[in-house]
């Protein structure tokens, strides 16, 4: 088996060269480069990963702790931390929550005991128990919020300005004139769930409209939770033209119950999104969304978390990145109509 020693050797330069090639770490020459990963492809020389943990007491994996593995948000934020990892040599291992914050605790502690180097983190909520977070800070391990800062504790960040996604939402709608905007919002420890809420309420307000408690749905960003809070609000004896659903999957879940109550979109109700969906064009209608640039966050955050890791990063204050979102209109936001249709009276019409 080749050893590094030997890739040194072919290549025609030293041992320490080599090194640096091997884990992204200070400055080689492009020729020096080159002939060393002409080496290693020769030689097909596969670096022992125990031997180097030992040597520099780092295990080059990092741990990525998700919320929930089914929303296709999250699949892109993973992509983007992977391949931002697999660049500086680092292997990412994913596991998932689903928004269970003793499951958070276990997978924390799961992943110190692999030794990872550090940590990307989307938290869970009614985490009121943030001890495996600064357990694992006082074991030396950088952690990284993606998507969602959890409260209590201080740790770098990269996010999305939720709030301004929100009322660029509303803005639309309103401007296609409806008046009765509905909101699906996901769960209210949350701080991305509390700031795209203030959004959305920020521009009724800004339009002189009052928020009714009645139009709005709490719910904990799942399908099968849009689902129901739509059939609630759209059986109502004075139903929405239009809702915003504060992330994809509740999205998907009220176009299911608009299709199931008989509503057209957007002719009887208009529906936009917080998430745009991989396949939001797929579906009819195409769906407007606010677009999170996830795999951007992804990307960004182990970056950001490497950047710690190897010590290029030295602020003793957390640091945050904050990421803008983008309006995409489709065909699923029309203008409002006087006439839209109660589910409720269809029978006697």
């Not at 408690?213 to 109502?236: M, P």
């Not at 504060?246 to 109550?261: F, S, T, V």
Request: aromatic share 4%; glycine share 8%.
């Amino acid at each position: 088996m080749p050893t590094i020693r030997d890739v040194a050797r072919l290549a025609g330069v030293s041992v320490g060269t080599v090194s640096k090639v091997l884990t992204g770490s200070g400055q080689v020459g492009d020729e020096r480069r080159t002939r060393v990963q002409r080496a290693i492809r020769e030689l097909e020389y596969v670096p022992d990963p125990l031997a180097r943990s030992l040597k520099t007491r780092q295990t080059r994996m990092l741990g990525a702790i998700i919320s929930d593995i089914t929303n296709p948000f999250y699949p892109q934020l993973v992509r983007g931390a992977e391949d931002a990892a697999m660049k500086r040599h680092f292997l990412l291992i994913t596991v998932n929550t689903d928004d269970r914050a003793e499951r958070e605790r276990e997978l924390v502690s799961l992943l110190l005991a692999r030794k990872v180097d550090g940590l990307l983190l989307v938290s869970s909520p009614h985490a009121t128990d943030r001890s495996h977070i600064a357990r694992a800070q006082k074991q030396g391990i950088p952690i990284v919020a993606l998507d969602r800062l959890p409260e209590g504790v201080a740790l770098d960040a990269v996010l999305v300005n939720n709030l301004r996604g929100a009322r660029m939402c509303m803005h639309h709608l309103l401007r296609q004139g409806h008046r009765r905007i509905a909101y699906l919002g996901g769960d209210w420890d949350l701080n991305n769930a509390r700031d795209r809420l203030r959004g959305y309420q920020e521009g009724l307000k800004e339009a002189g409209i009052p928020v009714e408690q009645a139009l709005i749905g709490y719910g904990d960003f799942r399908q099968e939770t849009g689902y129901r809070l739509t059939k609630d609000l759209c059986l109502q004896q004075d139903p929405p033209t239009a809702i915003f659903a504060a992330n994809g999957m509740m999205g998907l879940g009220a176009l299911k119950a608009l299709r199931e109550l008989g509503l057209r979109c957007p002719e009887d109700v208009a529906l936009a999104l917080f998430d745009d969906l991989p396949f939001a064009e797929a579906v009819e209608p195409h769906l407007t969304a606010v677009a999170q640039p996830a795999y951007e966050i992804g990307r960004r955050g182990a970056e950001l978390l490497i950047d710690r890791i190897e010590k290029r990063q030295t602020s003793k204050k957390p640091v945050l990145v904050e990421l803008e979102p983008e309006l995409i209109v489709r065909s699923s936001t029309g203008p409002a109509r006087m006439n839209r249709i109660n589910p409720t009276s269809k029978s006697g019409a």
